[in-house]
């Protein structure tokens, strides 16, 4: 009883961790500026259309919710971290959509069963620690029929080499913590859905990077704005050597990725997985 008691606090603690990573610098200024393009892809790809019941799970400021909702989707749109939520509403009502945006944990979502025509989720539910967990719920509050998708950044792409460089300045995770980029691997998320997800269509795609004016410009915004990499520094804010070695190897990180074309480019790798939920 005491070590389930343990387990639950401990739980408890990891996702206030969380919910305070993505709440630091301006996630919603990566999503519109770096990233936008991926939401409409993942709606496009799940076949969102009017009259659908949608659910975005870690939707963030609605990367994915917004371009469901201007489909004509009932969509709701949720996160952990809902400090979020203030730049979606802006960004839903300059879109002129409505939507319901709702606090929620991925691995306990507050709904019944079967209750989404829909369940998505952008570079999102990939970040929920427990991986099995967050799938099984995804695939519960989708109803029989239903349509599933999810867009995750590939272990080998740009992002997921980006993970393993901080990784050697990031705090041990908790016993059973999964790597985020896991979900970007094709076997590993038809490992998660099991049988339960017929008709699975897995690609990896490209998403093409040009908001930067060199490595140092990609650096300087994420250590500005991407969560992740904010909480990293501040981990290694007392230690000037390893600071400095870390600015280096995103810088270098991100030169290996540039198109070497006339201006500084990169190409992220993702993996978009979709399906139709079974019995």
């Not at 480019?265 to 079974?278: A, F």
Request: aromatic share 8%.
């Amino acid at each position: 009883m005491t070590e389930s008691v343990d387990v639950v606090v401990s739980d408890r603690a990891l996702k206030s961790k969380h919910r305070a990573m993505w709440g630091l610098g301006d996630y919603p200024a990566v999503a519109s500026q770096v990233i936008p393009d991926l939401g409409p892809v993942l709606v496009q790809a799940c076949e969102v259309g009017e009259g659908d019941r949608v659910l975005d799970i870690a939707a963030g400021a609605g990367n994915a919710a917004i371009p469901a909702a201007a489909r004509g989707a009932e969509v709701v749109a949720t996160d952990l971290t809902p400090e979020l939520f203030e730049a979606g509403k802006r960004a839903a009502a300059e879109a002129d959509v409505e939507l319901e945006w709702k606090a929620a944990d991925a691995e306990d979502l507050p709904f019944v069963d079967g209750e989404f025509d829909v369940v998505l989720s952008c570079v999102g539910v990939m970040f929920a620690p427990h991986h099995q967990r967050a799938a099984d719920e995804l695939l519960r509050v989708c109803r029989v029929g239903g349509r599933v998708g999810v867009l995750s950044w590939t272990p080998t792409g740009f992002i997921g080499e980006m993970f393993k460089v901080m990784k050697p300045y990031a705090p041990a995770p908790p016993t059973g913590v999964q790597p985020a980029p896991l979900w970007g691997d094709e076997n590993h998320v038809r490992g998660l859905f099991g049988d339960l997800v017929g008709d699975v269509d897995a690609r990896r795609k490209i998403l093409h990077v040009d908001r930067f004016g060199g490595p140092e410009e990609f650096r300087g915004f994420f250590k500005a704005n991407y969560g992740p990499t904010i909480a990293v520094y501040r981990n290694i804010a007392d230690d000037r050597d390893r600071t400095e070695a870390l600015d280096r190897e995103l810088v270098e990180l991100a030169r290996r990725y540039d198109n070497d074309d006339s201006s500084f480019s990169m190409d992220w790798e993702y993996l978009l997985v979709t399906g139709v939920r079974g019995v």
